[in-house]
C-alpha cells in the first residue's frame, strides 16, 4: 500500500556532505510523521532525526548541529542533510514513515529498504 525509496548514500570522507533522500508513494492519505534511523554493525537501530506533519524536528544529540531534515510535503519526500560526517556517522541509514492509508483506519508504520553511508578516509 505505501512504498518508501530511499537514495542518497555512499562513500565520503570525514567532514564531508550527503543528502538523503526518501520518497512516499502509495495509497496515502496523509503523512503524519517521517524520519531517518541509522544502524550500524553490531548495533541496534536508533533515530537520527524526524519530522511530524505540522514541522516540529527532533534530533539525535549525536548529530545536532550537523544534520537537518526537511520535507516536501506535496511529494511526500523527507531528506536529511548531513555536513560535517564523521567515521561514527557510518551506518546504513532507514527511513521511516507514519501514515493514514486510504480505505483502512489502521495507521501504516513502515521502513525503507535502507542506504549504506560509510564515511572513512
Known amino acids: 500500500q505505501v512504498q518508501l525509496v530511499e537514495s542518497g548514500g555512499g562513500l565520503v570522507q570525514p567532514g564531508g556532505s550527503l543528502r538523503l533522500s526518501c520518497a512516499a508513494s502509495?495509497?496515502?492519505?496523509?503523512?503524519?510523521?517521517m524520519g531517518w534511523y541509522r544502524q550500524a554493525p553490531g548495533k541496534q537501530r536508533e533515530l537520527v532525526a524526524t519530522?511530524?506533519?505540522?514541522?516540529?524536528?527532533n534530533y539525535a544529540d549525536s548529530v545536532k548541529g550537523r544534520f537537518a531534515i526537511n520535507r516536501n510535503r506535496a511529494a511526500n519526500t523527507v531528506y536529511l542533510q548531513m555536513n560535517s560526517l564523521e567515521p561514527e556517522d557510518t551506518a546504513v541509514y532507514y527511513c521511516?514513515?507514519?501514515?493514514?492509508?486510504?480505505?483502512?483506519?489502521?495507521?501504516?508504520?513502515?521502513w525503507g529498504q535502507g542506504t549504506q553511508v560509510t564515511v572513512s578516509s
Open positions: 521511516h514513515a507514519e501514515a493514514e492509508v486510504l480505505g483502512t483506519p489502521a495507521l501504516y508504520n513502515g
Open positions: 519530522i511530524t506533519s505540522g514541522g516540529s524536528t
Open positions: 502509495g495509497s496515502i492519505r496523509s503523512i503524519n510523521a
